[in-house]
């Protein structure tokens, strides 16, 4: 937990709730917290040395962002021939570049928002591409909780958006804002969990949203109709298949006016502190926090089996509740 990315802070957090949970639970944990000032290189020796000399069973990666989720601590763990909790090195790299796992998604026929890479050697790049409308969506390719996202509403607002993006991001993408229902779906082993819908109280849930106490509503499960929860619930599947994540990941999307759900992403190490999305939804089909967590590092095991106990049967509110 912790390590060289914008999402040190929130790792920790994560980090913490999970070893206290397995400690709960009769497993021997020792945390590994990683300095958030330090190179690439620099962590991977830290964290190879750590693991050589806990010589654990199984690694929990409960790093979030660069480094964590991008596949270079899990290619570490792969090094060391050591167990670890989550997808391998290219499906997380996959997850944690939008612009990689966007041309998969279209490639598998997946609905996502219309999007384009800001070239900044392009003249005009502080325009949008013809045929474009305000709002807009701008974001780092290489980011996660939101950090350097921004919905821009006119055009004097682009310049900005697209340069604090690219403080924090190695690409910046603009793409379409799709008005409809914030949803979001955590894959467990092979099932989806039940959906959950996301209300910020201001117009866009952006990082103040997502981590200030209060500001986001969420409604667990989402109150939807059986067949459009289902929908949602497949392409948060068809997604985690199309990455080739294993054991846990979570897809954010937007449920259009038509019904369609739109993928937004995949978060290969979602959040993992109790009041995280993914334990929200875990609870609706009867999996406690502790359990959660040991899931993960059951089916991480040498031998471990991915988790199937019929998730995608939990109960939605029928259409005349779903207004």
């Not at 350097?148 to 190695?170: D, F, I, Q, T």
């Not at 068809?238 to 006016?257: E, F, T």
């Amino acid at each position: 937990m912790g390590g060289p990315s914008e999402e040190h802070a929130i790792s920790l957090k994560s980090g913490r709730a999970v070893m206290e949970a397995l400690t709960r639970r009769g497993w021997t944990v020792k945390p590994i917290v990683m300095p958030r000032a330090l190179t690439v290189e620099q962590a991977s020796l830290f964290t190879k040395r750590a693991i050589q000399h806990s010589a654990p069973e199984v690694v929990f990666i409960a790093l979030h962002g660069s480094f964590g989720e991008d596949g270079t601590i899990q290619q570490v763990c792969e090094d060391l021939h050591v167990a670890y909790t989550g997808s391998g090195p290219e499906a997380s790299r996959l997850g944690m570049d939008k612009i990689a796992s966007r041309k998969r998604f279209e490639q598998a026929g997946l609905a996502v928002p219309a999007w384009r890479i800001a070239d900044f050697q392009e003249p005009g790049v502080s325009a949008l591409p013809e045929g474009w409308a305000y709002p807009v969506v701008v974001k780092p390719s290489d980011q996660g909780s939101s950090i350097g996202v921004s919905l821009v509403r006119a055009p004097e607002e682009l310049p900005g958006a697209l340069a604090a993006a690219a403080k924090v991001g190695r690409r910046v993408l603009i793409e379409e804002f799709v008005a409809g229902r914030e949803v979001t779906v955590g894959m467990l082993g092979e099932e989806p969990l039940p959906v959950v819908e996301i209300r910020p109280h201001q117009s866009f849930f952006d990082f103040t949203a997502k981590y200030t106490s209060g500001a986001t509503d969420y409604l667990v499960p989402a109150e939807l109709p059986s067949e459009v929860a289902r929908a949602v619930q497949a392409a948060a599947e068809d997604a985690h298949r199309v990455l080739g994540c294993r054991h846990v990941s979570r897809a954010d999307l937007i449920l259009a006016s038509n019904g369609v759900p739109i993928l937004l992403e995949v978060n290969t190490i979602p959040g993992l502190t109790p009041t995280s999305l993914l334990p929200k939804a875990a609870a609706c089909v009867g999996i406690c926090y502790e359990e959660l967590c040991e899931r993960l590092v059951m089916m991480a095991r040498p031998g471990g089996r991915a988790w199937r106990a019929g998730a995608r049967h939990a109960t939605y509110l029928p259409v005349s509740s779903a207004s």
